[in-house]
RNA sequence: GGGCCCGUAGCUCAGCCGGAUAGAGCGACUGGCUUCGAACCAGUAGGCCGGGGGUUCGAGUCCCUCCGGGCCCGCCA
């Protein structure tokens, strides 16, 4: 409710300047600090001041005096040297709060393909791989609560070096054949055992550097895509992907398609773009220099304006004639713009519990009808900031190609990694130096099997979770509990992941992830329960939730909103769409889980201030009851969007 | 050598396009369970917003510079 007024207020104001004062700037429009001060404040006299050389305060209450009769706001003044604070009808708030608030936006079928996990298919998933879902899912959510459609893709690099080498690992190094690895892939947790192999493998090439070659050899079968190598590659990539997906889905977190690297490579999705790329001069071929024989991209394609030595160039087919990563992600990137002129074809790889369907990528024309997939208007690659100077190789490509719209729409939806606290490295057994000791955090590394396995991190929250539950409600059925202890799990972890902003590196820590006091999801949970309970207890008590628009009306909302507790209350449960479009549009989850934070607070403060049940006044105890209800809505919603489950009790 | 990110309370972090007295959680210290159950609430202490210049009516926020820390920059994949 708070953006609509907000967006009013900036309509009228807007206006006003411009044909008052034949300027047109961007007019700001904040929140004062101060309550007493009132909802809005405007600081545009201090921007008019440069522009007509007058003082701040003559402008302001001028702009005060013609600015009256705004829907929605009960009076201007003039503060300070020049603000001016606006305050809201408070009666005409609660009254329109009794009402449906109206969908966000149409949409207008234009696609949004939000790209996330991405998890080369060769190990268990860690804590890093879980802040990328995370933020991934979340924005999804947000997107798609704002009305936006949305595309869910999770790439799988199925024939990369990482899969190469746990492939090499049981072929080569524990001389396994397909079928034993098949047996061995019906167990639990297949994705475990791959995680130790593959530090085993890496270890092994870091001594007998000779043994390389197997990596080679193997990448050679897997690509041919024929052989017993490229079958257990199969049976390794495609077992993985389906632990990721379990793994994800512990966290609430689906998919809609997986376009697979092997699909790209058959049906010759570099090829064609390739093709693109020469025909329109975006890379030449090399004949001199360290380069020579190469097809490269020019570094002042990607480089800012500074001069771009040769040095800065970017070979994308080598002197062999193979393409590199950022070649094949050009053309991958040209796909999801529906650029590249060519499709996967795809198969329904299995049903979510939800409903939910989710497709694969496949090389073979399929009976079953897939949705229409890629081809979208804008696209955001969730991927680490390790990766930005990639990510801008692809982007200059898209821009070489002459798609300087869809470079635009390319968004690297970038993050800092996941580290682990010295602590933590302690607790998991792990040698520090003497150099690593003296840092503030210490970098996860597959390769040496460094990291802290995401259903590991799940199962030891919900085991923390669960000895809380017991705890406090020994008398529910053992199930129930399990069934709790897993959404506060979850809840906790999801939060964990989301109030940090982006760019901040996480130094992970067991002990303050593990925590569920203060702020964190069991925080914002704890808020709803109690808001639910409220109202539970009422319903046992024999009386019925009253109809809230027929027993309260713009008088009885004035009247109980002239407290200044109340409507500082309400004003901050009503800030949810405010909140989400702010996070949108800075592309900042964070934003959301802060404002969630809020809420409960606020929530927690009234529930301690106001006993509801108990109170006599009818007009006051319906007014209460609804601040109940309405603090409820907002917070289911706004967990929603984080994809935070609300238990039954806590 | 080049690029990106970070530096705010003891610790971990917020701080929306530059705006009024810099916020939160944890930790420390005081208090509060008479079931809408305390995974909570109320309060106290704690800040040269890394240093220095500049732009501005106004800077934690923008520019320059220095210091400290992190990540990235192969025809590997």
Redesign the pocket.
């Known amino acids: 409710m708070f953006h609509l007024i907000e967006k009013r207020v900036?309509e009228r104001v807007s206006d006003y300047i411009r044909n008052r004062y034949s300027v047109d700037i961007?007019?700001?429009?904040?929140?004062?600090?101060?309550a007493?001060?009132?909802e809005l404040?405007?600081?545009?006299?201090?921007?008019l001041?440069?522009h007509l050389k007058q003082p701040?305060k003559v402008i302001a209450a001028q702009i005060a005096a013609d600015l009256s009769g705004i829907e929605g706001i009960a009076s201007l003044e003039v503060?300070?040297?020049?603000?001016?604070?606006l305050r809201i009808d408070r009666a005409y708030y609660g009254e329109r709060l009794l009402q449906p608030e109206p969908p966000a936006r149409e949409a207008d079928g234009r696609k949004i393909i939000v790209e996330h996990t991405n998890i080369n298919p060769n190990k268990a998933a860690h804590i890093g791989h879980l802040r990328n879902a995370v933020l991934g899912d979340t924005f999804v959510r947000m997107l798609r609560s704002a009305g936006y459609r949305v595309e869910v893709q999770n790439y799988i690099?199925n024939?990369?070096?990482?899969v190469?080498d746990v492939v090499a690992g049981f072929h080569f190094l524990e001389k396994k054949r397909v079928d034993e690895v098949r047996e061995l892939a019906k167990q639990d947790r297949f994705d475990y055992l791959c995680w130790d192999l593959y530090a085993r493998v890496s270890a092994y090439y870091a001594e007998n550097p000779e043994a390389?070659k197997w990596?080679?050899d193997t990448?050679h079968a897997i690509e041919s895509g024929a052989g017993e190598i490229a079958e257990l590659g199969n049976v390794v990539a495609d077992r993985i992907v389906m632990a990721h997906l379990n793994t994800m889905l512990r966290l609430g977190i689906e998919y809609d398609v997986l376009p697979r690297e092997s699909e790209i490579l058959h049906l010759k999705f570099w090829a064609t773009a390739f093709e693109q790329l020469k025909e329109r001069k975006a890379i030449y071929f090399?004949t001199e220099g360290?380069?020579?024989?190469?097809w490269?991209m020019p570094g002042s394609a990607f480089?800012?304006e500074?001069e771009a030595a040769e040095?800065?160039?970017?070979?994308i087919v080598?002197?062999?004639g193979?393409v590199?990563?950022?070649g094949k992600d050009i053309a991958y990137q040209l796909w999801k713009f529906g650029l590249l002129g060519k499709d996967f074809y795809y198969r329904r790889l299995l049903d979510y519990p939800s409903g939910h369907p989710l497709w694969v990528s496949t090389d073979t024309p399929q009976e079953e009808k897939a949705p229409s997939f890629g081809g979208g208007y804008k696209v955001y690659n969730v991927i680490?900031?390790?990766?930005?100077?990639?990510q801008?190789v692809v982007v200059a490509g898209l821009r070489a190609l002459g798609y300087q719209e869809q470079a635009e729409r390319s968004i690297h939806f970038?993050y800092?990694?996941v580290?682990l606290?010295p602590r933590t490295c302690a607790e998991l057994g792990i040698e520090l130096s003497e150099?690593d000791k003296?840092?503030?955090?210490v970098?996860v590394s597959g390769r040496k099997g460094l990291g802290v396995k995401a259903d590991d991190l799940i199962d030891k929250l919900i085991e923390t979770?669960l000895r809380?539950?017991d705890?406090?409600?020994p008398?529910a059925p053992p199930e129930e509990r399990r069934k709790?202890?897993t959404q506060?799990a979850t809840g906790?972890l999801r939060y964990f992941m989301l109030?940090?902003?982006?760019?901040?590196?996480?130094?992970f820590?067991f002990q303050?992830a593990l925590?569920?006091?203060?702020?964190?999801g069991?925080?914002v949970?704890?808020?709803a329960v109690?808001a639910r309970?409220?109202l539970?207890?009422?319903e046992e008590r024999g009386e019925t939730l009253p109809d809230f628009s027929k027993e309260l009306d713009c008088e009885a909302m004035g009247r109980q909103l002239a407290s200044d507790d109340f409507w500082q209350l309400l004003l901050a449960a009503s800030k949810s769409g405010?909140a989400v479009e702010?996070a949108i549009?800075?592309g900042?989850p964070?934003?959301v889980a802060?404002y969630a934070?809020?809420l409960?607070?606020a929530f927690?403060?009234?529930?301690?201030?106001?006993?509801?049940?108990?109170?006599e006044n009818r007009e006051k105890k319906m007014f209460?009851l609804w601040m109940?209800s309405y603090f409820r809505s907002q917070l289911e919603r706004t967990l929603g969007i984080l994809g935070i489950e609300i238990?039954d009790?806590?």
């Open positions: 900036l961007p007019v700001g429009l904040e929140q004062p600090k101060q007493a001060f009132g404040a405007l600081p545009v006299a201090f921007q001041a440069k701040p503060a300070g040297n020049g603000y001016i604070n690099d024939t990369g070096v990482q190469a390389l990596r080679q990448l090399e360290k380069n020579k024989g190469c490269v480089k800012e500074g040095d800065d160039s970017k070979v080598r002197s062999n193979t590199t990563y950022v680490d900031s390790r990766q930005s100077y990639l801008n970038s800092e990694m580290a606290s150099e003296r840092r503030p955090y970098e979770a809380e539950v705890a406090r409600h008398e709790v202890a506060i906790a109030k940090y902003t982006r760019n901040s590196v996480i130094a820590d303050e925590s569920f006091e203060g702020e964190t069991p925080y949970q704890y808020a109690r309970n409220i539970r207890k009422l405010s702010r549009a800075s900042e964070s934003h802060k934070f809020q409960a607070q927690n403060t009234f529930y301690h201030e106001y006993p509801v049940i108990h109170e209460l109940t238990p009790y806590m």
